[in-house]
C-alpha cells in the first residue's frame, strides 16, 4: 500500500552542519511530494514541495529534489541554524482519482545546538 | 495572512464522553481535512469533507466519529463516545480546489485530546 518512510530520529546536528534527511515513497500513479515542518507548541507548515519528476522544491535554504526512478525526496539545507530545530514530515499527494489525502512518515526531529 | 484555527488548544474528557473539536478554515476554501497525530506517531488522515458531505475517510474515522459544517465557516469533528487510544492531537486543514497534487493543504494549529 501506500506509504512514506524517513529517517528516524532523532537527529542532533551543530549550527552550520549539513543535514539531509532521507525519505522515499511507495504510491501508485505519480504524487506530488511534500515536506512540512512542525516547530515545537505549533502546527504544520509546509516548508516545500515539487509536483513532478525532477522538480526541486525549495525553501529558506532547505531543498529536495523529487527522484522518481529511486522514489525519493530527500530534504538537504547546506548549514543548518538553531531555529530550524523542529520535527520534518515527508508527505505524498496522490493526483486524480479519488485519492487526496496526505500520506505521511513518522517524522524526523531535528535538534540544533548553537 | 489567513491561516486555520482550531479550538480549544488543549480537551481533556473522561472515557466515554462526547467531545466536539472545532476549526475555523480559510474562509474561501471549498475542501477540509482532520488529520490525527498520536504521541510519538505519525500524523494519520482521517476525513476528507467537499459540499457539505464526507469525501473520503479513513479505517480509523469508525462509527464513533463525525463531521459536520453547521454554518459557512466553522468545521467540527465529534467522538460520540472517547476511548483511550483516542488521545492525540488532531489537525484540521483545508485546501482550495481538490483533485491536483499541485494543492497545498493548510493546517491548523491543533487540539491535544486528552482521555482519562
Known amino acids: 500500500g501506500n506509504s512514506v518512510t524517513q529517517m528516524e530520529g532523532p537527529v542532533t546536528l551543530s549550527e552550520e552542519a549539513f543535514l539531509t534527511i532521507n525519505c522515499t515513497y511507495t504510491?501508485?500513479?505519480?504524487?506530488?511530494l511534500f515536506w512540512y515542518v512542525q516547530y515545537p507548541g505549533e502546527g504544520l507548515q509546509l516548508l516545500l514541495k515539487a509536483t513532478k519528476a525532477d522538480d526541486k522544491g525549495s525553501n529558506k535554504g532547505f531543498e529536495a529534489t523529487y527522484r522518481k526512478e529511486t522514489t525519493s525526496f530527500h530534504l538537504e539545507k547546506g548549514s543548518v541554524q538553531v531555529s530550524d530545530s523542529a520535527v520534518y514530515f515527508c508527505a505524498f499527494l496522490n493526483s486524480g482519482g479519488s485519492n487526496y489525502k496526505l500520506t505521511f512518515g513518522k517524522g524526523t526531529l531535528l535538534t540544533v545546538n548553537p | 495572512e489567513p491561516e486555520v484555527t482550531q479550538t480549544p488548544s488543549h480537551q481533556v474528557t473522561q472515557m466515554g464522553q462526547e467531545v466536539i473539536l472545532r476549526c475555523v478554515p480559510i474562509?474561501?476554501?471549498?475542501?477540509f481535512y482532520w488529520y490525527r497525530q498520536i504521541l510519538g506517531q505519525k500524523v494519520e488522515f482521517l476525513v476528507s469533507?467537499?459540499?457539505?458531505?464526507?469525501?473520503?475517510k479513513s479505517e480509523i474515522f469508525d462509527d464513533q466519529f463525525s463531521v459536520e459544517r453547521p454554518d459557512g465557516s466553522n468545521f467540527t469533528l465529534k467522538i460520540r463516545s472517547t476511548k483511550l487510544e483516542d488521545s492525540a492531537m488532531y489537525f484540521c486543514?483545508?485546501?482550495?480546489?481538490f483533485g491536483t497534487g499541485s494543492n497545498e493543504q493548510f493546517f491548523g494549529p491543533g487540539t491535544r485530546l486528552t482521555v482519562l
Open positions: 474562509s474561501n476554501h471549498l475542501y
Open positions: 504510491a501508485t500513479g505519480y504524487p506530488s
Open positions: 486543514a483545508s485546501s482550495g480546489s
Open positions: 469533507f467537499y459540499n457539505n458531505e464526507i469525501s473520503e
